[in-house]
């Protein structure tokens, strides 16, 4: 039962480090699929231990034209999400693959 349990959970293990490996290939190679990482630009040295609650949301496109100064931040990864089309459903079907958000952000 235990080798059945452990092999189960090294094959999927597996399956998903080459997922992850090949997003280019799986989640950026057509339209209908994508693949993003949000981040969230943070003080060095903050006075407070969480965040003021007041977050804004920028696009990258936002980031590179918004003429915000970013010099006295830390860069965080806050969370990732994949959408992949679902290849034995109808064309109106896709599957959430590779959410994750940190705890202090969701």
């Not at 959970?9 to 997922?19: S, V």
């Not at 969480?50 to 830390?74: F, Q, Y």
């Not at 806050?78 to 958000?101: E, F, H, M, N, Y």
Request: aromatic letters at 8%.
């Amino acid at each position: 039962m235990y080798l059945t349990v452990w092999g189960g959970h090294l094959a999927k293990a597996m399956e998903q480090q080459q997922d992850v490996r090949n997003i280019p290939r799986i989640y950026m190679s057509s339209e209908d699929t994508g693949f993003w990482v949000a981040e969230a630009y943070e003080p060095l040295f903050s006075t407070s231990a969480s965040t003021s609650g007041k977050l804004t949301v920028v696009s990258e496109a936002g980031l590179k034209t918004g003429g915000l100064d970013l010099n006295h931040c830390r860069r965080t990864l806050v969370g990732t999400v994949a959408v992949l089309k679902s290849k034995l459903q109808p064309d109106d079907v896709a599957w959430i693959r590779r959410l994750s958000v940190r705890s202090k952000y969701r």
